[in-house]
């Protein structure tokens, strides 16, 4: 009976942090990484192909193209889909966070796509790191950790930030941590 009410008090106590990457993961849009290779060579990479490429020496990425309005986005279904179920399920206990690399400029484009396709932004923080490096989205999250959060659920297309991301599994052993590559 003990263990019961102690079993009860850690679900009561669970406080959910679901993470959502954008593009590729919720939405793919027209935006593109312009690519320099140290030759001078320019090559016009989707976010799919920039989240597996591997950077040689004297590569040069502009991101210029993911900052404010959004180039002809469209949903992912089955991944926003899945926003709208965490959603649904209220926000007691729970927070859904949109986690993008692209700058802050690009805030008002999400949420107007967002609002464009019925989700309410009230019910969900939009967090714009301005920053690919996968550590970035590692610390955001480890500091929600630190916050409280002890059931994390991390969405991502890029293997490079569910690899860091998983890392906090080994530092933080009662949490419960799932990541699902889109």
């Known amino acids: 009976m003990k263990l019961l009410r102690k079993y009860i008090r850690e679900i009561l106590s669970e406080n959910k942090l679901r993470v959502f990457d954008f593009d590729d993961t919720l939405a ?11 030759s001078g060579e320019q ?6 192909e920039w989240a597996v490429y ?7 990425f502009d991101y210029s ?3 404010g309005e959004l180039m002809n986005p469209r949903e992912i279904k089955d991944y926003m889909n899945i926003l709208r179920r965490v959603l649904g ?5 729970r927070k859904a966070v949109i986690l993008t690399a692209r700058a802050e400029a690009a805030r008002q484009g999400i949420i107007n796509f967002l609002e464009d396709i019925g989700i309410n932004v ?8 301005g920053e690919s490096d996968p550590q970035f989205k ?12 002890n059931d994390v659920y991390f969405v991502d297309d ?4 569910i690899k860091a991301v998983q890392a906090l599994a080994t530092k933080y052993p009662d949490v419960k941590l799932r990541t699902q590559l889109v």
């Open 28 to 38: 793919v849009t027209d935006s593109m990484i312009i690519l320099t290779k140290g």
């Open 65 to 67: 193209e993911f900052g």
């Open 158 to 161: 890029s293997v490079k930030n």
């Open 122 to 129: 009230g019910d969900i923080e939009i967090v714009t790191l």
């Open 54 to 60: 591997k950077p040689e020496p004297g590569d040069k």
């Open 43 to 48: 090559i016009r990479q989707t976010p799919g």
């Open 138 to 149: 590692a610390r955001w999250i480890e500091n929600k950790i630190n916050d409280g959060y």
């Open 89 to 93: 399920a209220g926000t007691s206990g």
